[in-house]
């Protein structure tokens, strides 16, 4: 039962990126998992509980990807893999349709899950930030908690698309913004380790 009812969810999830939100039945669901409506609903009542399940499921694989690329790697290792788990956490806003839709139709249910992916991200960035202090790769009078907090409302605000900027694209503006945090909380340690890990990755790439 419990295999079925994440199968609804992973095509649901596909379905919506794909088509968007409004544009995706239950019915089509249902058929392409060549499945009864009936069926259907004894996992989940309406489209709403699938949607919410859904966003549940996003916020899921962000951590396990955190948890997967991070471990055993040194602060320095994990600046790029951060940059690339808020771009993973940020699909909503990569798809135009599932954006817009979520917004217009369900606002609790993203208003939900913005919160949601805000305090998984504090909660990664505070162990990174932490690791990195121990290290020597950020500021010793670095404020964690705040740093945290202000890297939350970063990703919040591309999330929410409150920058209306028609000449860069989302990805170029994330990147910017993010390396412009991390180069104002790295310590001359963190630089130099920093140095050597992109000399070292040049070189193997030649």
């Not at 940059?83 to 135009?96: L, T």
């Not at 930030?129 to 890297?151: H, I, N, P, S, T």
């Amino acid at each position: 039962m419990e295999e079925q009812k994440q199968l609804i969810i992973n095509t649901a999830l596909e379905q919506f990126k794909k088509y968007g939100i409004r544009s995706v039945s239950i019915d089509d669901i249902s058929r392409q998992l060549s499945m009864s409506k009936k069926t259907f609903y004894q996992f989940f009542p309406g489209k709403e509980e699938l949607v919410a399940a859904v966003l549940e499921q996003m916020i899921i694989r962000s951590k396990q990807y955190a948890e997967k690329y991070m471990k055993g790697k040194t602060a320095i290792e994990c600046i790029s893999m951060i940059m690339d788990i808020h771009n993973k956490v940020s699909d909503v806003h990569k798809e135009p349709s599932f954006s817009y839709d979520l917004r217009k139709y369900y606002p609790q249910l993203y208003k939900e899950h913005i919160h949601n992916v805000n305090l998984s991200t504090k909660e990664v960035i505070m162990h990174h930030l932490q690791q990195g202090k121990d290290e020597g790769v950020y500021r010793e009078d670095l404020d964690v908690e705040m740093c945290a907090v202000m890297y939350s409302l970063i990703q919040q605000a591309i999330m929410r698309n409150e920058y209306e900027i028609r000449t860069v694209s989302p990805k170029r503006l994330i990147r910017f913004t993010m390396e412009s945090f991390f180069r104002s909380i790295i310590s001359e340690e963190g630089i130099k380790k920093a140095q050597l890990l992109y000399d070292k990755i040049k070189i193997n790439n030649n």
